[in-house]
């Protein structure tokens, strides 16, 4: 089978691992082909891999365009699966079958954005238009599904697939990160990992934070890893806050893995858009308890059926400070929530049955 994927920046984010991962497990069982538009991260790795790419213009003035040059590619290659990331790459991938009408297409819908006012009613009107033309829309958390049953999907057409990870060996604690910060060894260390970006909510972390420091006596750390418009601000803020001690900006890393292994909660502070988060996950898996924002996904990962963390309302600074506390004074409610994390992961989230349930759905 040769599925195309879709997606219009090739970067470096959660949409973008998704994609590697269904590639890379698709080895024996998929053909794979990578359309994208503006370059980044993964396209040059799935360059590098030798799948074979295609860039293309996509933006909203050249719809029509898009989709003829999309469908003479699909013609070229013997595409059987479109499968795109946005809503803009469905709606080419459907216009692109008055061309040529072979390809299944697949929408993985990676937003929890509830659409309100004019845009709101313009994009219901475009999915009752298009997406009952989708062979399967993949929601990857339970409210996405909600939402987009609210913004003009029908239900019929949505299958509910958790984003997954490949389940680790049990993890083993590390002081690497606290010997390469110089950090006391009562120093309690959290972390995140997030784009400085305004729906990552990190200015609601800070004030979390502030308010942390005024309600303990132990030392404490949150490590935050990510680079992004809003690093300068925060950076202000965190000097504002007094907080030079409690908050180090380590910016983009690629050793996330022995920074969740050396660290002792994880936290995710998101207003909106976070639908089934692939750093909560990679938390989870190196046995991380977790206190997160209750949007998209994370309380799925956090509280449902099995619970290895606490969830509160973005904005409520007073729960989100006392469920971290809840965790800072508390050993062996971490140490509980640390195996119950791990068991999670390959109960409900092994990245190998996302694989498979994917592939499923492209048939």
Known sequence: MNVLYLINYAGKAGTEKYVENLIHLGQGKINPFFAYNIDGELS?????AGVPSFQFEMSWRSLFSAAKKLAGHCRDNGIDVIHAQYPRENIIALISK???DKPRVVLTNHLTLRLTGASGFIWRMLNRHFTPKNHRIIAVCNEGR????DNGVKPERIAVIFNGIEPADKPVRSDVIRKELALSDDCFIMAILARFAPEKGLSFLLNS???????TERPFVCLICGDGELFGEIKSKITELHLENECRLLGFRKDTREILLGSELYLCSSSCNEAMSFAILEAMNAGL???VTDVGGNRDLAETDIQCGFVSQYGDVNTFTSNIKRFLDAPLLREKCSALATEKI?????LNKLADDVFAAYN
């Open 44 to 48: 040059q790795k799935m360059k590098d």
């Open 98 to 100: 008055r061309f040529y």
């Open 146 to 149: 909600d939402i987009m049953i």
């Open 209 to 215: 934070l502030a308010e942390l420091k005024k309600n």
């Open 289 to 291: 308890p977790l206190v």
């Open 346 to 350: 390959v109960k409900y989230f092994d």
